[in-house]
């Protein structure tokens, strides 16, 4: 839980970065109908929900540094009626406690008291290619603040894109919102335990994406934090296969990248395993390549170090290994020189992780990598992907797609890998696997021995 004084330094760090003479506006997100009269389960605007807490549709926050009230925020109007078909709603009162923000008024009062608050300002923040709807009723209350009779009123000559403040503000994770990082990590790697324990041969993808759900639900999570990815065989080499429509087969690998969204915060791991609980000697090959390279990157992972020099590491190691299969004939430098590798390694291995999965922040500064700091958090996910007709490939090795993810904090230290608890090793998979089988075969033994004495 993000405490209100946080809230407020978050609100004050933001101001204290605006141009003088400035006003800015956030919107909140709207709900989005998901057929006719029915709507997808609602979700904040991640800049909106850092800047205030708020988790309701339709709000608006205004700071403007120089106004005697600083920051106002809209809301909707308590509405008995509109409560009971639709849930409850915080109204002025408690939204003000829950935000610390004083100003507080229902959002029907946003058409009246917006340009009011405008008026004055020369500088205006907002995020203008975001909310379509809203941008447009600002326009007309910009015009007509413009058009006021003998100039009484002024209304705001520049524009400014709050984002590239704000995000990099996001960037930097405090203490609280470390935590519950930790947390949404904890409850995703729950899910992941699950999964080996319950993937067997006959098994649907879809079977596997519901117990990953169950278990992040069960744990306080509001869901998954984005689609489950769970990809059998040749459906792996689909980078966002969401499908998940497919029995997973004796013999072949499954990749499931997924993770819980707790409080707002993303977890965002993937694991690669035999669906029969043991590694064939090619899928060995490659998956401890593949886990080769993501220990080399994670070991660049300090501060003052980046991103760029992870990757470094884990080309070396995907190219030399790749070599040694055979996949890649010739030598390392020119292999190295030509970035062979990315023929079969076609993603990127990190991004930012936070509110969003694929978190916001800048990645350069000035055409220079951003360096690493202490409150960063950010994912480590090589992976090789040979599809099943890939006939660059020796044939031991198509048909296979294998990633392994990992959710990692920046420390004063160095890192602090927040999902370490969810096994990666051939040997912790396969022990894990094991156990899961023998459970199932004991159940069932006592089943039919329950069953006979009936």
Sequence with gaps: MIEVSELQQRRAAFMASMVPGSIAIFPAAKEVVRSRDTHFPFRQDSDFFYLTGINEPDGLLVLAPELEEPEILFVLPKDAHEEVWHGRRLGCLQAGHDSGIQACYENTKVAEQLPQLMDGHSDLYIAFDQFPEFEAELQLMLRTLRAAPKRTKTAPERLHDPRAQLHQQRLIKGPAEQQLMRQAAEISMAGHRRALNFVRPGVFEYQVAAELEHEFVTRG???????????????ACILHYTANSDVLHDGDLILIDAG???QGYAGDITRTFPVNGKFTPAQREVYELVLAAQLAAMAELRPGSSI?????????????????????TGEFKQHREALSCRQFYIHGLSHWLGLDVHDVGAYQQDGVPMPLVPGMVLTVEPGLYFASDDERVPA??????????????????????????????????????????RTRKSAKAQNRESQHAQ
């Design 308 to 328: 760029p020099r992870a990757q470094d590491a884990c080309i070396d190691v995907l190219t030399e290994g790749l070599i040694k299969l055979g996949i890649l």
């Design 221 to 235: 999570a509001a869901g998954s934090a984005y689609a489950s990815i769970c990809g059998g065989g040749n459906n």
């Design 396 to 437: 031991r090795y198509r048909g296979m797609g294998v990633r392994i993810e990992d959710d990692v904090l920046i420390t004063a230290k160095g890192h602090e890998n927040l999902t370490a608890g969810v096994p990666k090793s051939v040997e912790g998979i396969e022990a894990l696997m094991a156990q899961a089988q």
């Design 260 to 262: 819980a969204e707790y």
